[in-house]
């Protein structure tokens, strides 16, 4: 006789594995794709001399289209006495160009020395022949010769600059499907292989059986947080806004902080210190849950594991009123969120994952080890100024920002504005959020083991 049970478990769970396996073909190809989009102009070169103006490269479309100011990118060099080394790619607006213009700057007596440059966009690339940028007779201001395989640069105007007027795209050899069949192959096979499908579904259940706990949990904790004061929870709510007021004031009123783009500074500054205050602020309190509930994690029957989320939950209640006032100041500024925000909820629920995942990890350990907690608050005052939430990551060297993006809340931040200013899809940066979900699930599996193995000691610590 077929045992049907077992049957329709084992059939939902194939039919589990194939839709993980398309999902994950679908990430890992948006993966490898992104590696080939962008329109973009790498350049190696080096010079003195060079003390005004600024460097630029302009680009035309189409044949017989002129450049103008408003096709045009800026180049940072970072110069020291007049002296420059660069060596990096700059990005360009458009998806495609037919030919480029790279500005030298104001000065009249710099020299320059282009080693090589390289053309990509999403067509395919071009290694530039410096010997034609040098004979082309389109350069203005400028003394060009080629020797020895570079191409040298004597300004002898104020508007001196070369043009790259023949772009001959060789098409990539793309073999994307391949590599992103088998990553997603190696990666069903290592979930199949590591990841206890039984145990993530008996934890879900666990969870969902036990909503209403958590939920009046939540509820309970938010309003005996503030219960011994007058105004009660209203502290909640004043104390946030009046920081975003004093930053509002110190930076635009004070620094006189000019927009960012066209944003104005005060609407690209709430839609990163928001979700920073939700993250703080439900990090560090689930951090002592254990402490704080001592009297439930000494009982046998508890389920100690739902503390962090109930106290996450009840940070959540005040995230939420904040993002509808953030709304509502984009509204006065006459900024309609469009669709776009929609993608709050996932970069949201994004920030709920990751302090779940630091909370099981620091949770446990701040039973054991209580200056964990001044630790976390110089990490969390750290974090909050080498987050890009007051200042605009594109001031620092394209080569020092990868560096910052390391930091998971940048995606978040990243994310709000993406949803609320710039309308960015999030699977654009599939990049960054491979990444970041990669560093969640490490961080989460970390927490649960650091969870089993300390929970039997919780009630003789405490």
């Known amino acids: 006789m077929i045992n049907v049970k077992g049957f329709l478990f084992y059939t939902v769970k194939t039919i589990c594995y194939i839709l993980l396996f398309i999902i994950t073909f679908l990430l890992c190809l948006n993966f490898f794709d992104s590696f080939y989009r962008g329109c973009r102009l790498s350049v190696d070169m080096e010079g003195s001399g060079v003390y005004e103006g600024p460097f630029q490269v302009y680009y035309a479309l ?21 002296k420059f080394k660069f060596n990096e790619k700059i990005k360009l607006t458009p998806l495609s160009a037919f ?33 034609r940028v040098a004979n082309s007779g389109l350069n203005a201001d400028v003394n060009t010769s080629f020797e020895n395989g570079v191409l040298n640069i004597a300004t002898t105007g104020k508007d001196p600059y070369i043009v790259i007027d023949e772009i001959n795209i060789t098409p990539f050899e ?11 192959l190696v990666i069903v096979f290592l979930i199949y292989r590591y990841v206890r499908l039984k145990a993530v579904y008996s934890m879900a259940i666990d969870l969902w059986q036990s909503r209403r706990l958590i939920f009046s949990l939540a509820v309970n904790d938010f309003k005996t947080k503030y219960s011994g004061s007058y105004f009660g929870t209203i502290w909640a ?23 960012v783009g066209n944003v104005p500074f005060i609407i690209w500054f709430i839609a990163g210190i928001i979700p920073w205050f939700f993250f703080s602020d439900a990090w560090n309190s689930a951090s ?7 009297f439930l994690v000494k009982k046998v029957v508890f389920k100690v594991h739902i503390l962090p989320l109930v106290k996450i939950i009840s940070n959540l209640f005040v995230h939420i009123f904040f993002v509808c006032f953030m709304l509502a100041i984009y509204c006065i500024y006459g900024l309609r969120p469009s669709v776009y925000a929609i993608q709050i909820l996932y970069y949201s629920l994004c920030m709920i994952v990751l302090v779940i995942s630091l909370s099981l990890i620091t949770a446990p ?45 940048y995606y978040i931040v990243q994310g709000y504005r993406d949803s609320l200013i710039y309308n960015v ?13 990669i560093v969640v699930f490490a961080l989460m599996l970390i927490g649960c083991i650091i969870f089993r193995k300390l929970r039997p000691h919780f009630a003789d610590v405490l």
Request: hydrophobic share 45%; with cysteine.
């Open 288 to 294: 002592n849950c254990l402490i704080e509930y001592s």
């Open 62 to 82: 189409e044949e017989g289209q002129g450049f103008t100011p408003d096709m045009c990118d800026n180049v940072n060099l970072n110069l020291k006495n007049g």
């Open 237 to 259: 709510f004043i104390q946030p806004v009046c920081t975003i007021l004093v930053f509002w004031f110190v930076f635009q009123v004070g620094f006189r902080s000019t927009d």
């Open 425 to 437: 899809v999030f699977y654009n940066n599939i990049k960054q959020t491979l990444y970041f979900w």
């Open 365 to 409: 350990l701040m039973v054991f080890f209580k200056d964990l907690g001044q630790i976390m608050n110089i990490i969390l005052q750290f974090g909050m100024w080498l987050t890009p939430i007051l200042w605009n990551i594109d001031i620092i060297p394209a080569r020092l920002q990868g560096i910052f993006k390391l930091n998971p809340m």
């Open 174 to 184: 793309n073999h994307n499907k391949i590599w992103a069949g088998l990553s997603a």
């Open 99 to 131: 030919k480029l213009r790279l500005d030298m700057g104001g000065s009249e007596n710099a020299n320059i020395t282009v080693n090589k440059m390289r053309y990509q966009d999403n067509r395919g690339y071009c290694n530039i022949d410096l010997s």
